[in-house]
């Protein structure tokens, strides 16, 4: 049967008496994220079920406009918006509009009109931003359920909070449901990063196996194991048999080096199954897979002997200046300052004057041309409560309020490079440290180790210069004075780069109070720069390591109900245009990052609004009504600081910001670029 015939016959409306059933399914689906999906429109005027034949991805609108109305593409794409509103939006609308995925039993209980449970289960759910009223759900689904095979159980997946909301007042005995998070956690498979590796697998039942192994993880190897830490050296792939956060510090790290990285739930007995525990293998992620790629393959040349890791395509790093410059807060820095005090301090006081200022560039992201539309600026007013045809000048003074209402910046001061470079100098015994560390680096040692570590017990036993002493003092004093609590947090030059993020891998010192732990934090975040690991990977990277400057960012420390880190993207759905992704801890931004606990994980549409819960991670429960409404506002704010941060006007380069919130306020702890894979 060639493609027009499967689509003549295959896209029909479905008439009384006739059910859809697993076979005709297969037939019509396409995939995404691994499940089999049907597209369907209800016809209330006609009374007629359409199931679209979905393998070629036809859009819901196209199908409406073309199949049933007959128009051309150029009329539909001249009123899009329009036409999208009257399908989704409109109260009275003649067509709703939904998808059927086919899922396979893992661990979810959805039963039979028989009472037993079934191995596959079909969810219906709408788009994200679709409005459908209590009502026009439980009209959906059940006009839907009646056209379904009654072996085959349906359960209505609401898309997002609004809709949860509604089918938590409907009871399941009339109408089952799925939730988001209940699929994710049962997700057998999450590609993390994309890509292809020739290495050796090495499994680990647990990280206290990793930890006791004598045999070092060398470059070549590809890591299996619960959940990676954010400690490992640079490997080939890597494959968590637990769910994760593409988030966390370790994830991030390998979106940066561009290697294979994905859940894998059940990888571990697998491979053993497979016998290929500590062989060579060929592993492939693929970003729309269904699973993991593994296959046995012969060992590389090199692979054999003690060489060091391959170098990267070498990193650039700014020159550092170290011109003499005081102590300086937050308040006086702007983004061109981080030559002198480094990209999280600069970028924190670019951040620090926009919110009190604003910034001509709040709507670019709004402003760029989505063909067909010409731009967005018509959802953002909707966002900021303004009528659709609101001008630029009223959305830039709504956007301000948003942002000076709901946001800041915790106030803080910052040591420059230079102060740390008159305390490297103040010392004959560091600075011979320091060359002899350089020179081994130079000269290819293979173990720098000892020497790194020599560098960081002389740091930290150094006392500060008298003068540099006084001068952090006074800056205390006058800047954070009446701060009873401090986190002093690192900033360096190496880090947040185009191929190396350096994502965990400086310290930064919670909880000190006194200028006496001030001093000591200071001289921990100093030590952090030359630890082995990030000298190491530094190297790997091509970045000389007297490039290499730590500026220090001394905050208040400030308190939250919630914590976490967002993107302005979809890392699991590249192209996803309109999402917020965040992950959430009731407990600290730590626990995201490091991965130690698995967090709350939210989607925000920051175009027609709306939100989702895609898991709800180690709590096991959800944010309360207020709370999801202020991350949602975080979300909004994320898109605009997106757009003042892009390095072009395409307002397209993603930004990660790490925040917290108390009562009504937002903290913004940290903001940099997001890398993303490619």
């Avoid at 009275?92 to 995925?101: I, K, N, S």
């Avoid at 830490?229 to 494959?239: A, F, K, T």
């Avoid at 053993?272 to 492939?284: I, K, M, T």
């Avoid at 041309?369 to 001008?391: E, S, T």
Wanted: glycine residues 8%.
């Amino acid at each position: 049967m060639t493609r027009s015939d499967r689509n003549e016959a295959t896209t029909r409306p479905r008439f009384p008496g006739e059910k859809l059933t697993t076979q005709e399914f297969s037939r019509l689906a396409g995939t995404v994220g691994g499940y089999p999906y049907v597209k369907i429109v209800l016809d209330r005027a006609e009374s007629v079920l359409h199931f679209i034949d979905s393998a070629d991805g036809m859009l819901h609108v196209r199908y409406i406009a073309c199949e049933i109305l007959g128009m051309s593409i150029d009329e539909l794409a001249a009123g899009l918006d329009s036409f999208n509103d009257d399908v989704y939006r409109n109260p009275d609308r003649r067509f709703l509009l939904g998808t059927l995925a086919l899922h396979t039993r893992g661990g979810l209980a959805a039963e039979t009109d028989h009472g037993r449970a079934a191995d596959t289960f079909l969810s219906l759910e709408t788009v994200d931003v679709d409005t459908m009223s209590q009502d026009m759900l439980r009209f959906f689904y059940h006009r839907v359920r009646d056209r379904i095979d009654p072996a085959l159980p349906l359960l209505l997946k609401p898309a997002n909070h609004r809709q949860e909301a509604y089918v938590a007042g409907i009871p399941e005995s009339e109408i089952p449901r799925v939730l988001s998070h209940e699929l994710y956690s049962t997700a057998s498979f999450v590609p993390l990063n994309p890509g292809r590796a020739h290495g050796r697998l090495r499994v680990f039942r647990s990280e206290a196996e990793y930890r006791a192994d004598p045999e070092p993880l060398e470059w070549h190897d590809i890591v299996v194991m619960p959940r990676v830490p954010e400690d490992v050296p640079r490997v080939s792939g890597i494959i968590h048999t637990e769910h994760t956060t593409p988030l966390s510090h370790i994830n991030v790290m390998a979106a940066g080096w561009r290697i294979p990285n994905a859940v894998g739930v059940g990888a571990a007995d697998r491979i053993e199954r497979a016998g290929l525990a500590g062989r060579w293998v060929h592993y492939r992620v693929d970003a729309d897979g269904t699973d993991l790629h593994l296959a046995a393959a012969p060992p590389r040349e090199d692979g054999d002997r003690p060489t060091p890791a391959p170098r990267a395509e070498r990193v650039t790093v700014d020159r550092p200046d170290l011109a003499p410059t005081p102590v300086t807060p937050l308040t006086d820095l702007r983004a061109g300052d981080h030559v002198r005090f480094g990209t999280k301090a600069a970028n924190l006081g670019e951040l620090t004057h926009l919110l009190q200022h604003g910034s001509p560039h709040w709507l670019g992201f709004y402003r760029v041309p989505r063909p067909p539309r010409d731009n967005l600026l018509r959802y953002l007013a909707r966002q900021l409560g303004l009528p659709d045809d609101a001008d630029e000048a009223e959305l830039d003074r709504a956007a301000q309020r948003l942002v000076k209402e709901h946001a800041q910046v915790p106030r803080g001061i910052v040591l420059p490079f230079s102060l740390q470079q008159r305390f490297l100098d103040s010392s004959a015994e560091l600075r011979g440290a320091l060359d002899r560390l350089d020179s081994a680096l130079r000269d290819g040692t293979p173990d720098v180790g000892g020497l790194c570590l020599d560098a960081q017990r002389l740091i930290r036993a150094t006392p500060l210069p008298d003068p540099v002493r006084t001068e952090l003092d006074r800056a205390l004093d006058r800047h954070l004075y009446g701060a009873p609590v401090l986190v002093v947090r690192s900033s360096s030059n190496a880090e947040d780069l185009s191929g190396f993020s350096a994502a965990g891998l400086y310290e930064s010192v919670a909880d000190v109070s006194g200028t006496d732990a001030v001093a000591d934090a200071v001289r921990e975040v100093w030590a952090s720069l030359l630890s082995p690991r990030a000298v190491r990977l530094r190297h790997q990277a091509g970045i000389p390591l007297d490039r290499c400057r730590m500026g220090v960012v001394v905050q208040e420390q400030v308190g939250a109900t919630v914590g976490g880190v967002l993107v302005t993207c979809n890392p699991l759905s590249p192209q996803d245009f309109r999402s917020v992704y965040l992950n959430i801890s009731p407990r600290s931004v730590t626990e995201v990052v490091t991965g130690e606990g698995a967090p709350l994980q939210y989607l925000c549409n920051t175009m027609e609004g709306g939100s989702r819960t895609i898991s709800l991670g180690s709590t096991g429960t959800d944010l309360d009504g207020p709370t999801k409404e202020l991350v949602g506002r975080l979300a909004l704010i994320s898109r605009l600081l997106q757009a003042h941060f892009s390095p072009d006007e395409s307002s397209a380069a993603p930004v990660d910001i790490e925040w917290a919130i108390e009562g009504d306020r937002i903290d913004l702890l940290q903001l940099r670029p997001f890398r993303t894979a490619g």
